[in-house]
C-alpha cells in the first residue's frame, strides 16, 4: 500500500529583508519578499527522502496561506515532490496558530496521510508549536524536533536532541512528525525538477471546502491579540578599537568599567 | 486571590532556574500553584514554598518518562481542572512550548509563546514578546479563555516570598492517544562544568573565525576567566567544531546575559535573533566592517588568536 506524506510548508518573508508589522498589527506579507521558509526544506529533503526508501510513497505538499505563498509549493514541487495543496481564502487573513492548525488538520485529513512532515518551527512567527497541534487535532503521536528519522514498517524512528538529553523515539503510523535544521542540508532543485514542477498538479482549496465558518479563523477568530508593535530602538554606537598590541587591555579596561571583572 | 498553574522545570527534584523566573512572574498576577511532575516533589516543594508556591501538586507515573510529552499534558489538565487557574505558565523550552499548545487547544484558550515579560492588565495578564530576530517588541493578550503562557528564560530575576508550598496528589488519567511516542532511550547530557547558556551571566562565543575545533579552547579559556558559559555560531557547529547544544541564534538558543563576546562571528540575522538582546554586547572580529559591529557596546578589529588569550591573562591577573 502506498505510503501517503503531507509536507507542511510555510512561505515567509524573508528574513534578511525589512520585517516588520501591517497597521492591524498582523506581519506585513505584502511589502517584504517571500519565499518558501528554510526549515521547511528540511521538511521536504527528508519527506523526499522517506519516499525514496519507501516501496510506494506520495509526497503531497500543503500550504496555508496567500496567493504567493505558490511560489513556496512551486520550489517544494521542483525538488521532487509529487503535487500540492494551497488553501487560500481571504477570511485568513490574521489567523493565529491555533487557527492555522485547524485549516492544516482539515486538509491533511481531506488529502489523506500515514504520516505528515512538518518542518522545527516557521521563520517568521517561530512558535514552533504547530506540528504538536496537529497531532492533537488528528489524535495522532507526535514525533517532533528530530535531528534524524527512518520510517520502516508502519512505524517512525527518530532522533530527538534536548537541551537536557538526547532521546530516541518510536511511534506507529498514522504520526505528525518535525525535523530540525540538523536533520540534513535540503537538495537543490534540478532543471530538470523545475520544469517538472510546472505540470504538477496544485489544487487550491478554501474555508468552504474545509466545512470551516470564516469566524474559526482570521483576526476574529484569533485567541490572542496584539496590541502594541514597537520596534527596537536602534543600539547606541558603541566604542570601537584596532587592535595595535593594546586592544586585549583596552577591551579589559571596559570589562573592569561595567563591573565584569 | 486567584490561583496561577505554574509547570515545574526539575531534574529529579532539583529545580531549574526559569522555574524560579516563572514563580516570580505568577505573582504579579496571582498566587501561584506548581504543578510537579515525576519525582522528587518533596525536595523541590521546599525551593517552591521559598519561591511563592502556595501548593505544589504533584503526579508520578512512568508514563511521564517512557512516553513524549502527551501524559505531560494530561496531568497539566487535570490541574487545570482541579483549580480553574487565571493563568497557566511554563518554561518557553522545546518541551514546555509542546505541551502549553497542546493544554490551551484541548481548554479552548489562547496561547502565548516566547514571552520575555509579564504583567498584569485589565483584562488579563500583558505578554512581552521581542520578534523578528528581536528588531520588534510587542504587547500580547489571550482573548479567549484561560491565557496559556511559556516565558523565556532570563526574563526575571527570582525573587524569594516564602508561602506555604503544601504538597498535594494530583490524580491523573491517561488518554488513550499519550502513549502514542514511546521514548526507547534517553541519554542524559554530561556537565560541562560551565554555567547552563541560557542561565549564565555572560557569554562567550566563537564563529567560523576560531576555525577548528582545537581552536576552542581559546574561547572556553575565556570563558573560565570570566564564569562564562560557552556559545558557539551555526557555522562554528555545522563545521562540527562545537556541539550543536551551544549553538546561539534563531535555531539555536536565545541568550540574553549581562554581558555577550562574540569572537570571530560576523552578526548575521539569524544569530542576532538569539543574541540581541543581551544588555553589553563585545565583539573581536579582524573585518572592521562586519556587521556584528553594529550592534556592540564596545568592539575590538582584530585577530582574535592575538586579543583573547591576552584578554583572559588580563583577567587573570586583575582577578589575582
Ligand atoms: C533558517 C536559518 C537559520 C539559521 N540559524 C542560525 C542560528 O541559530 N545561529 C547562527 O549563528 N546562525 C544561524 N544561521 C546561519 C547564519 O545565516 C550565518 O551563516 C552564521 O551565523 C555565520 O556564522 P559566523 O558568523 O560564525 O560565520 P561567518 O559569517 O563566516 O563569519 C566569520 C567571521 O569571523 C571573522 N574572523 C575570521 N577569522 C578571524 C580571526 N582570526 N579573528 C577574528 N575574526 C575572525 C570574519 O571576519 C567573519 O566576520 C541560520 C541560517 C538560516 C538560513
Ligand atoms: N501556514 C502554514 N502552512 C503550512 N504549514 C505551516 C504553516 N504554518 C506553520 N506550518 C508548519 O508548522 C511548522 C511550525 O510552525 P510554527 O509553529 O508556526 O513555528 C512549520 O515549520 C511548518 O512545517
Redesign the interface.
Known amino acids: 500500500m502506498s505510503l501517503r506524506i503531507v509536507v507542511c510548508v510555510k512561505y515567509v518573508p524573508d528574513?534578511?529583508g525589512d520585517?516588520?508589522?501591517a497597521d492591524d498589527?498582523t506581519v506585513d506579507r505584502d511589502d517584504v519578499d517571500g519565499l518558501l521558509s528554510e526549515?521547511d526544506e528540511y521538511a521536504v529533503e527528508q519527506a523526499l527522502q522517506i519516499a525514496e526508501n519507501a516501496d510506494d510513497a506520495e509526497v503531497t505538499i500543503l500550504t496555508v496561506g496567500p496567493e504567493d505563498a505558490r511560489d513556496a509549493l512551486r520550489k517544494a514541487l521542483s525538488m521532487g515532490a509529487d503535487k500540492a495543496v494551497h488553501v487560500e481564502d481571504d477570511d485568513l487573513h490574521g489567523t493565529?496558530?491555533?487557527g492555522t492548525?485547524l485549516v492544516l488538520a482539515k486538509a491533511i485529513e481531506k488529502t489523506g496521510y500515514d504520516l505528515v512532515v512538518c518542518g522545527?518551527?516557521s521563520?517568521?512567527g517561530?512558535?514552533?508549536?504547530?506540528p504538536?497541534?496537529l497531532?492533537?487535532?488528528l489524535?495522532?503521536?507526535?514525533?517532533?524536533?528530530l535531528?534524524e528519522v527512518s520510517v520502516e514498517d508502519g512505524t517512525v524512528?527518530g532522533r530527538?536532541?534536548?537541551?537536557?538529553?538526547?532521546?530516541?523515539?518510536?511511534?506507529?503510523l498514522p504520526?505528525v512528525i518535525s525535523v530540525?535544521?540538523?536533520s540534513g542540508e535540503a537538495r537543490y532543485p534540478s532543471f530538470k525538477g523545475i520544469m517538472a514542477a510546472k505540470k504538477k498538479p496544485v489544487t487550491s482549496l478554501d474555508l468552504d471546502d474545509l466545512d470551516i465558518d470564516a469566524d474559526e479563523v482570521g483576526l476574529t477568530g484569533?485567541?490572542?491579540?496584539?496590541?502594541?508593535?514597537?520596534?527596537?530602538p536602534a543600539?547606541t554606537a558603541?566604542?570601537?578599537?584596532?587592535?595595535e598590541g593594546e586592544?586585549?587591555?583596552?577591551?579589559?579596561e571596559?570589562?573592569?568599567g561595567?563591573k565584569?571583572? | 486571590m486567584a490561583e496561577v498553574l505554574v509547570y515545574v522545570d526539575h531534574?529529579d527534584g532539583a529545580v531549574r532556574k526559569p522555574t524560579l523566573e516563572l514563580l516570580t512572574l505568577a505573582r504579579r498576577i496571582g498566587d501561584p500553584v506548581a504543578v510537579h511532575l515525576g519525582a522528587g516533589a518533596d525536595t523541590a516543594a521546599a525551593t517552591l514554598a521559598e519561591y511563592g508556591a502556595a501548593r505544589v501538586l504533584t503526579a508520578d507515573a512512568p508514563e511521564f518518562a517512557d512516553y513524549?510529552?502527551?501524559p505531560k499534558?494530561d496531568a497539566l489538565q487535570a490541574a487545570y481542572d482541579a483549580v480553574s487557574p487565571a493563568a497557566v505558565l511554563l518554561p518557553s523550552?522545546?518541551?514546555g512550548?509542546?505541551i502549553?499548545?497542546?493544554l490551551?487547544?484541548?481548554i479552548g484558550?489562547?496561547?502565548?509563546?516566547?514571552a520575555v515579560d509579564l504583567e498584569a492588565g485589565d483584562s488579563g495578564p500583558?505578554a512581552t514578546q521581542?520578534?523578528?530576530?528581536?528588531?520588534?517588541?510587542?504587547?500580547?493578550?489571550?482573548?479567549?479563555?484561560t491565557p496559556v503562557i511559556t516565558v523565556k528564560p532570563n526574563s526575571a530575576a527570582p525573587e524569594a516570598a516564602q508561602a506555604a508550598g503544601s504538597v498535594e496528589q494530583l490524580s491523573v488519567t491517561f488518554g488513550e492517544?499519550s502513549t502514542?511516542?514511546?521514548?526507547?532511550?534517553?541519554?542524559?547530557?554530561e556537565s560541562t562544568g560551565r554555567p547552563e547558556l541560557t542561565e549564565a551571566a555572560?557569554v562567550v562565543s566563537g564563529g567560523r573565525g576560531v576555525n577548528g575545533a582545537e581552536n576552542f579552547s581559546v574561547i572556553e579559556n575565556l570563558a573560565d576567566a570570566?564564569g562564562a558559559a560557552v556559545g558557539a555560531s551555526r557555522a562554528a557547529v555545522d563545521a562540527g567544531w562545537y556541539p550543536?547544544?551551544h549553538q546561539v541564534g534563531?535555531?539555536g538558543k536565545t541568550v540574553s546575559p549581562?554581558?555577550y563576546i562574540a569572537a570571530g562571528i560576523s552578526g548575521a540575522?539569524?544569530h542576532r535573533a538569539g543574541m540581541?538582546t543581551s544588555k553589553?554586547?563585545?565583539a573581536?572580529n579582524k573585518d572592521?566592517e562586519a556587521p556584528i559591529?553594529?550592534?556592540?557596546?564596545?568592539?575590538?578589529?582584530?585577530?582574535l588568536f592575538?586579543?583573547?588569550p591576552?584578554?583572559t591573562?588580563?583577567?587573570k591577573a586583575?582577578?589575582g
Open positions: 528574513a534578511t520585517r516588520h508589522f498589527l526549515l493565529d496558530v491555533i492548525s522545527m518551527a521563520t517568521d517561530s512558535m514552533g508549536v504547530l504538536a497541534l497531532a492533537e487535532r489524535g495522532v503521536p507526535q514525533v517532533t524536533l535531528s524512528t530527538r536532541d534536548g537541551d537536557a538529553a538526547t532521546e530516541h523515539l518510536q511511534a506507529s504520526a530540525t535544521d540538523q484569533s485567541w490572542t491579540a496584539v496590541d502594541e508593535a514597537t520596534e527596537r543600539r558603541g566604542t570601537i578599537v584596532t587592535d586592544g586585549a587591555k583596552q577591551l579589559a571596559f570589562l573592569a561595567q565584569f571583572i | 531534574v513524549l510529552v502527551a499534558v523550552s522545546a518541551e512550548k509542546e502549553a499548545a497542546r490551551a487547544l484541548r484558550a489562547g496561547l502565548i509563546t516566547d500583558v521581542s520578534v523578528f530576530a528581536a528588531s520588534f517588541t510587542t504587547r500580547s493578550r489571550v482573548t479567549k479563555g492517544t502514542g511516542t514511546k521514548v526507547v532511550s534517553r541519554t542524559p547530557r555572560i570570566l550543536h547544544t534563531q535555531t549581562q554581558l540575522i539569524q540581541q553589553t554586547i563585545v573581536v572592521a559591529f553594529e550592534l556592540v557596546d564596545y568592539g575590538v578589529v582584530g585577530d592575538q586579543v583573547l591576552q584578554l591573562e588580563e583577567i586583575r582577578k
